[in-house]
């Protein structure tokens, strides 16, 4: 990866994190995925009494297929509690397949169990954290809501699972509906500094337009 990709893909990387300050709150969504870190580090906020109970949300998604065995929410759910998350702490919503259905299927399933959380820490990505946020605001408003993920770099992320071009093609592709998206009524607005669409675009032009909406063009920043 030459210098100029991957200055522009930090700079990316780095406006999806939101850098909240997590409390104790009322209960811990996990958005499942493909990477099981993430359910490592909702464990740990479990551990560390964070919230009394954890949600696994999540199904089998477009970059899950063939990955587990089950779905996203039952193997991370086996993850935590390996790590000792008893699993009387776990819910499991294994029927998601996308962020919106992630947070309109948790609040099916929390008020089917008479659980109605003030305070939830989302667990996410890193490069999903933004994107998160703005949907759950968006679907699920008035709850005090704090994202949090695995605290690992752009440098450190790819792993067996996804290389630096998968991460940024994904990441483009958040980047992409988080502009867009508010205009669907699937999310709230986000601020966008100009320098970091820019620098989207400068990465699509090099071709990576993997995860992009195919049916939404790229709108420049003028």
Known sequence: MSSHIHALATKVWNYHLLNHEITPSDCILVL???????????????????????????????????????????????????????EEAILIESQST???????????????????PQRLILVQKPFMERRTYATFMHQWPGKTVTVTSPSISFDNYPNEQLSYSDVINVMLG???????????????????????????????????????LLDEPVRKTG
């Open 32 to 86: 499942c995925s493909n990477d099981i870190r993430v359910a490592e580090h909702a464990a740990k906020l479990y551990l560390d009494g964070y919230a009394p109970y954890i949600v696994m949300s999540g199904g089998v998604g477009a970059l899950t297929q063939g990955v587990f065995d089950r779905s996203e929410a039952e193997a991370f759910a086996t993850v935590a509690m390996d790590m000792g998350v008893p």
């Open 174 to 212: 958040d980047l992409q509906r988080i502009k867009v998206y508010p205009s669907y009524g699937f999310a709230i607005e986000q601020p966008m500094p100009d320098e970091v669409w820019q620098a989207f675009e400068a990465l699509v032009a090099l071709g990576f337009n993997e995860h992009l």
């Open 98 to 116: 996308n962020t919106g259905e992630n947070v309109q299927f948790t609040q099916a399933l929390l008020a089917e169990k008479g659980l109605d």
